[in-house]
C-alpha cells in the first residue's frame, strides 16, 4: 500500500519527516484528510490540530500547529508553519495563560484588534488541543 511522506517545518528547524498512512490538518477555513493518491493542492493553515496516522504502528501522532502552509504533491506532505508541538508537550495551564494574556492585550485600532482576535483564536486552538485526551 502507497504512503505519504509527512514534513514539518517551522522557521528553526524539521519537526518532522516520516511515513504516514493518513495526515489530517486543521486549514484556514475547516480540516482537510489527505490520503495517498491525493491530488496535489497548495492550502493555507489555521491553528490546531495535525494528526498523522501510521496504521503498521497502530498510533495517531498529534501536533499543534499555529498557521502557514500545506503543499500536497507526489504523496508528500510538506507543511511550512511558524509554531509546531507535540500535543502531549503541551501543558492546559500554561495553555490558558496565553488565552487571557491573549484578551488582555490593548485593542484601540482596527489593526489591533485584528491582531488580538488572531491570538485569541490560537490561544484557544490550542487549550483546545491540550484539553484533548485519546
Known sequence: MAKLQCIVVTPERTILDQPADFVALPLFDG???????????????????????????????????????????DDVVSVLTNRA??????????????????????????????IRDRLVSQARAELRVARRRE
Open 31 to 73: 480540516e482537510i484528510g489527505v490520503a495517498p493518491g491525493r491530488s496535489p493542492m497548495i492550502g493555507r493553515l489555521g491553528a490546531g490540530e495535525m494528526r498523522i496516522l501510521q496504521k503498521d504502528r497502530n498510533e495517531t501522532a498529534r501536533y499543534y500547529i499555529e498557521g502557514g502552509f500545506v503543499e500536497v504533491l
Open 85 to 114: 508541538l507535540r500535543a502531549e508537550d503541551l501543558v492546559e495551564e500554561v495553555a490558558q495563560d496565553h488565552l487571557a494574556a491573549a484578551r488582555e492585550r490593548p485593542a484601540h485600532s482596527p489593526e489591533l484588534m485584528e
